[in-house]
């Protein structure tokens, strides 16, 4: 008895090993619960100063999109020039590129550059008296 239970083990055994540690679930391309990082053209602003964001404290970088107000994550206000010159983000409301995601209530971008400005647009803006 011993015998054929032996035999029937080592007969067997290569169909059991060959499922070893095989990954038998099918591979998903479904990446749904990952945001997709995608490039858009949105107005970028200081939260505090262009936007008024409530909660938020000092110059730091936002996008609005859709109508709504997001935090920028991964790029900072002054990567885009001083947030503080004439045509810094502070002052004035830029349109530009972004790259990444919403996730939440913020955008957590990869890149970020800023559209040329039109030099009528701030003709005459000073920077000096600026506050916040």
């Given at each position: 008895?011993?015998?054929?239970?032996?035999?029937?083990?080592?007969?067997?055994?290569?169909?059991?090993?060959?499922?070893?540690?095989?990954?038998?679930?099918?591979?998903?391309?479904?990446?749904?619960?990952?945001?997709?990082?995608?490039?858009?053209?949105?107005?970028?602003?200081?939260?505090?100063?262009?936007?008024?964001?409530?909660?938020?404290?000092g110059c730091v970088?936002?996008?609005?999109?859709?109508?709504?107000?997001?935090?920028?994550?991964?790029?900072?206000?002054?990567?885009?020039?001083?947030?503080h010159a004439a045509?810094?983000?502070?002052?004035?409301?830029?349109?530009?590129?972004?790259?990444?995601?919403?996730?939440?209530?913020?955008?957590?971008?990869?890149?970020?550059?800023?559209?040329?400005?039109?030099?009528?647009?701030?003709?005459?803006?000073?920077?000096?008296?600026?506050?916040?």
């Open positions: 008895m011993k015998a054929l239970l032996a035999m029937c083990l080592v007969a067997c055994a290569p169909f059991w090993l060959s499922g070893c540690g095989a990954n038998t679930a099918p591979e998903s391309n479904d990446e749904s619960s990952e945001p997709h990082a995608q490039a858009m053209e949105v107005d970028f602003g200081c939260a505090t100063c262009i936007y008024g964001m409530e909660g938020v404290t970088l936002a996008v609005e999109i859709e109508g709504e107000y997001h935090l920028v994550d991964g790029v900072d206000i002054d990567d885009l020039g001083n947030a045509d810094g983000l502070c002052l004035v409301e830029r349109q530009g590129t972004i790259t990444g995601a919403i996730e939440g209530d913020r955008f957590v971008a990869t890149s970020a550059s800023l559209l040329p400005l039109n030099p009528e647009h701030h003709e005459g803006d000073d920077a000096s008296d600026h506050q916040h």
